[in-house]
């Protein structure tokens, strides 16, 4: 029997707006918000996932702002979680979109003190609670 943990990848966009960050409402099972973006599909590269996912969640392409990206380790549930985040912005209007079984409800931007209060209600998805700190600092929220 294995004791070895999984290492989940996931590839995240940010996007900045008068010191605010967007993030998207989804609902999974449990309702947060969180930074848009997911996990690649089988032999994906990067930078694909990173187009699909905007397109998915915020329904629009995006350009991307940054052509080397920032990395983020955390612990979820036991395994290792890498976030791989790009800088980018959205090339048309934002759109409400439906992917698979989850649910985007909505888009907003947040200021660092309304990241901090999703944060303390629990609310905010923990991958990017996690990273709160570090990611105000290269933000500059």
Known sequence: MSNRSAVYFSVRGLVKQNNKILLIHERGGKEHWETPGGSLKPKEPVIQTLHREMIEELGTDVKVLNKMPF???TQ??????????????????????????EEVLAHKYFSKKELLALKKSKKLMIFDAECLNQLSKILNI
Not at 78 to 86: M, P, R
């Open 71 to 73: 990395f983020f380790h």
């Open 76 to 101: 979820y549930k036991g395994n290792s979680v890498l976030l791989c985040y790009f800088f980018v912005k959205p090339l048309g209007k934002l759109k409400i979109t439906k992917k698979g079984s």
